[in-house]
């Protein structure tokens, strides 16, 4: 039994619409090696592998924002060159990295989103947003703003991952 089957509010319906997309995510990976899953296929700098890695980086920080507040991310305004291309490696399957090993990591932090969530007392929880200039100025987001962000942003590369498979080999992931 899933975590989100043992739960049955609002945070159940949000579990299984990320769960689904971190499926089509996933599914868009079937089959390939490594060096697939490094490939550039399209105008984009994205490849398979990095997009695996980057919703995973994304939905672990998010997570730590829901539990520990601002803290739990960077603060993006004190970034430093070295920093930002770290944070550009996040997109990329490097080298010493494997398919199999970014999908392992992904399974892990989807393990601990969907148990955070389902532990959360209540959704409204909010926490003001980490200084970045992305950001608004003294916004705050709750819980359940973070878990839509996180649905979003899943869904949003699983259809960029379903174009670079695509370009890649014409396999899709759907139709």
């Known amino acids: 039994m899933t975590v989100a089957e043992l739960i049955t509010d609002e945070r159940a319906d949000l579990l299984e619409a990320l769960a689904k997309h971190r ?4 599914f868009t990976t079937r089959d ?3 060096e ?4 550039r296929t399209t105008a984009s700098e994205l490849c398979l592998g990095g ?8 939905e672990r920080n998010w997570v730590d924002f829901i539990l520990e507040g601002p803290s739990g991310m960077p603060d993006f305004t004190e970034m430093t060159e070295d920093d930002w291309a770290r944070r550009a490696d996040g997109f ?3 080298p010493e990295e494997t398919l199999a090993g970014v999908l392992d990591e992904y ?3 989807a393990r601990r989103t969907d148990e955070v969530v389902a532990a959360l007392p209540d959704l409204g929880v909010s926490h003001p947003l980490p200084d970045a200039p992305w950001f608004e100025a003294g916004a705050r987001w709750s819980a359940r703003r973070v878990l839509v962000h996180i649905v979003a942003e899943t869904a949003q590369h699983a259809g960029h ?4 498979r695509e370009s890649l080999d014409g ?3 759907m139709g």
């Open 32 to 34: 390939l090696t490594d």
């Open 51 to 58: 997009l695996v890695k980057h919703v995973t980086e994304v």
């Open 92 to 94: 990329r399957l490097l």
């Open 107 to 109: 399974a892990e932090v």
């Open 36 to 39: 697939q899953a490094r490939q």
């Open 161 to 164: 991952a379903d174009i670079i």
């Open 171 to 173: 396999a899709k992931s």
């Open 23 to 26: 499926h089509f995510l996933r």
